[in-house]
């Protein structure tokens, strides 16, 4: 089974739920999402995204995207960090406020496009790795997750929503 990040983004009344209520807290992580509630499953691409972001110089905006992904964020549900019994998570189910979901789509979108070009040929280039054939499809993969991530983030800020993020 592959390791996943998965982001949900959830209206503040359902954390405020989530993070006392275990059912609640199943039933996040279980995916019984609520209108307008979405969700977004990155693969294993985030720690691609956060290293090339720093190698290419936006160190403030890899930090604001490695903690929407987790590092440093709020744990969720403090009697059940990993989540409820029956599931099995790889990370603390953490989360990050509305305002902080404002601050990284910010900080994505003042990279320039040259910036971005140069951000997704350096993940691809630490992708290849893994099960690419080519850099060309390592490329594509990033480029796609980074775009999926983007408009996932707009969604989130539209909707006024907090982002629950987790690696299962």
């Known amino acids: 089974m592959a390791v996943t990040q ?3 983004g959830i209206a503040h009344e359902r ?3 989530c993070s006392s209520d275990v059912r609640e807290l199943e039933r996040l992580i279980g995916f019984e999402i609520e209108e307008p509630e979405q969700e977004i499953d990155l693969n294993w691409s985030p720690s691609a995204i956060v290293r090339a972001l720093k190698v290419i110089g936006a160190n403030e905006t890899a930090a604001l995207v490695d903690m929407l992904f987790g590092e ?3 744990i969720l549900n403090e009697a059940h960090p990993k989540g409820p ?3 099995f998570v790889y990370e603390p189910i953490t989360y990050v406020s ?3 979901v404002l601050a990284v789509l910010s900080s994505l979108e003042g990279l320039s496009q040259a910036q971005v070009s140069q951000m997704i040929s350096v993940a691809a280039e630490f992708g290849m790795d893994m099960e690419f054939s080519d850099l060309n499809s390592a490329q594509e993969y990033y480029r796609e997750h980074f775009d999926n991530l983007f408009d996932f983030l ?3 800020v539209g909707a006024k929503q907090c982002v ?3 690696w299962d």
């Open 164 to 166: 629950v993020a987790w």
């Open 72 to 74: 440093g964020a709020e």
């Open 154 to 156: 707009q969604s989130a």
């Open 85 to 87: 019994p029956n599931y």
């Open 6 to 8: 998965q982001l949900v």
């Open 15 to 17: 954390l405020v739920k």
């Open 98 to 100: 509305n305002e902080t």
